[in-house]
């Protein structure tokens, strides 16, 4: 499989928004996209005008990067998402925040997505009562993630309680940080996804 080897800060500079791919420390000084708000490379500053396509790409890539999936895994999503009922951009971003990673990083258990897939693949969380180790997996309304206790004294998961303090809970899930337990309350909807995008230019650039 694919995989991104370079510096994760040219990622945010390159789509001009913070990606949250290194978690905390997007909030803090160090954070690159602070420091060097242009894009990466030689001719970054340089100002450039911005064609209906290139528009479109970087939405895509941008959302691409936030979830951390590979381009073959998200065309298989728009697929999914245009043949659904509904609005296809909203069943595409729907469909991404319900992935299990996802859910782990909402509920405060990993710093960054990225973190959350390593943890989930490691198999320290259990699901309805069953080990899970697949990232990707998408949850439904009612179920429930939550650690073991064998793995509850792991340092990045004990903070749970304080990461959602600061970051905040979305509605949709409940969180009971003494048991270690997440619930999904219901299924995301659009107006939970407070990130800033535009689905609206990656369903044009699919349907070209």
Known sequence: MAKYNDSKCRLCRREGVKLMIKGDRCHTAKCAAERRPYAP??????????????????EKQKVRRIYGVL??????????????????????????????DNVVYRLGFASSRQQARQLVRHGLFIMNGRKVTIPSLL?????????????????????????IARRGLPGWLEMDGTA??????????????QTPINEDLIVELYSK
């Open 139 to 163: 949850i439904k309304a009612g179920d429930v993630v939550e650690v073991p206790e064998k793995h509850r004294k792991i340092a990045v998961l004990t903070e749970a309680a304080q990461v």
């Open 41 to 58: 490379g030689q001719h970054g500053h340089a100002r450039k005008k911005i064609s209906d396509y290139a528009l479109q790409l970087r």
């Open 180 to 193: 270690f337990r997440g619930t999904v309350r219901a299924l995301p909807q659009r107006e939970d996804i």
């Open 71 to 100: 381009e073959q895994q998200f065309h298989n999503y728009f697929v999914k998402a245009d043949k659904a009922k509904g609005i296809t951009g909203h069943n595409l971003l729907i469909s991404l925040e319900r992935r299990l």
